[in-house]
T-cell receptor
Framework: DTEVTQTPKHLVMGMTNKKSLKCEQH?????MYWYKQKAKKPPELMFV???????INESVPSRFSPECPNSSLLNLHLHALQPEDSALYLC?????????????FGPGTRLTVT | QQQVKQSPQSLIVQKGGISIINCAYE??????FPWYQQFPGKGPALLIA?????SEKKEGRFTISFNKSAKQFSLHIMDSQPGDSATYFC???????????FGTGTRLKVLA
């Protein structure tokens, strides 16, 4: 099973709202990722967690706050977003050892900030 | 040096034809090269991947050709079908760094 699930599929929020995106995988992967993807562009890495610890933060604004409660779950907390933050938010996971680092992506959450 | 250049930006192929997408890189430290297929509104799906110790890898109708000396790799889709119409991204990575450098994407349309 190479499935990464994400909820919700769609989210519309105002600039003063607080919301969270959720991601789950049951492949035993110990690395999990958040990406942002704008239309007709490749995914842009935001955060990487390895062994539930934040390993990489690609200088993401603090209005995005990641959280990794356990090895299967990854959250992205959103607060005071701007309209330009509207995008497809993708979660991915991968192994950390064994020579293969295939990243498996979830279906994404389509976020619209009004 | 961290860029991966992908071409063409868009591609139209007749059903049954061969689709070819090319990528080039500069950083010789890259040692893992995956290809992803993405349909509108969906997440990227891993298609096929290659490491520099082989020059070609085939999975069904999809083949990666890898030229280490030229620092280029390409995706060939044989017998292209309308269901292959999607955006394809190449990527490059250094093992253990977690980071993928993606190409800019190729929008493929296969005409019925």
């Amino acid at each position: 099973d190479t499935e990464v699930t994400q909820t919700p599929k769609h989210l519309v929020m105002g600039m003063t709202n607080k919301k969270s995106l959720k991601c789950e995988q049951h492949m035993g992967h110990r690395a999990m990722y958040w990406y942002k993807q704008k239309a007709k562009k490749p995914p842009e890495l935001m955060f990487v967690y390895s062994y539930e610890k934040l390993s990489i933060n690609e200088s993401v604004p603090s209005r995005f706050s990641p959280e990794c409660p356990n090895s299967s779950l990854l959250n992205l907390h959103l607060h005071a977003l701007q309209p330009e933050d509207s995008a497809l938010y993708l979660c991915a996971s991968s192994r950390l050892a064994g020579g293969s680092y295939e990243q498996y992506f979830g279906p994404g959450t389509r976020l619209t900030v009004t | 040096q961290q860029q991966v250049k992908q071409s063409p930006q868009s591609l139209i192929v007749q059903k049954g034809g061969i689709s070819i997408i090319n990528c080039a890189y500069e950083n010789t430290a890259f040692d893992y090269f995956p290809w992803y297929q993405q349909f509108p509104g969906k997440g990227p799906a891993l298609l096929i991947a290659i490491r520099p110790d082989v020059s070609e890898k085939k999975e069904g109708r999809f083949t990666i050709s890898f030229n280490k000396s030229a620092k280029q790799f390409s995706l060939h889709i044989m017998d292209s079908q309308p269901g292959d119409s999607a955006t394809y991204f190449c990527a490059a990575s250094i093992s253990g760094t977690y980071k993928y450098i993606f190409g800019t994407g190729t929008r493929l349309k296969v005409l019925a």
